[in-house]
């Protein structure tokens, strides 16, 4: 089992930055890819980005490409998401995943991952 725990999130104004956190504990999380998705009211999961268990390979979604950047630093079992030029649509619930097995054809949806933390609140303001 893997528990996932964000931190990071708050209130910033537009154009500002964050860095959201995911620590993992459990089995060993250096064997693990993982990702990041938000999910604004009434609205579908979206997809973020996310990371191939060595760091080697990263992947975003559209709205957050050349804004956003995911990491992971394995020995201290924690990953990241730093976050820049936030816009106000950036405002939702993010969530980090993890996967045993990563996915090329799935990697931006829920499938390939088994574990998730329970969220944590972006709000971007205009």
């Known amino acids: 089992q893997v528990q996932l725990v964000e931190s990071g999130g708050g209130l910033v104004q537009g154009g500002g930055s964050l860095r959201l956190s995911c620590a993992a504990s459990?089995?060993?999380?250096?064997?693990?890819?993982m990702a990041w998705f938000r999910q604004a009211p009434g609205k579908e999961r979206e997809f973020v980005a996310a990371?191939?268990?060595?760091?080697?390979?990263?992947y975003y979604g559209d709205s957050v490409k050349g804004r956003f950047t995911i990491s992971k630093d394995n020995a201290k079992s924690t990953g990241y998401l730093q976050m820049n030029s936030l816009k106000p649509e950036d405002t939702a619930v993010y969530f980090c995943a993890a996967a045993t097995t990563f996915s090329l054809v799935y990697y931006n949806t829920d499938r390939p991952y088994d574990y998730w933390g329970q969220g944590t609140q972006v709000t971007v303001s205009s």
């Open positions: 459990g089995r060993s999380f250096s064997t693990m890819s």
């Open positions: 990371i191939l268990w060595n760091g080697l390979s990263t």
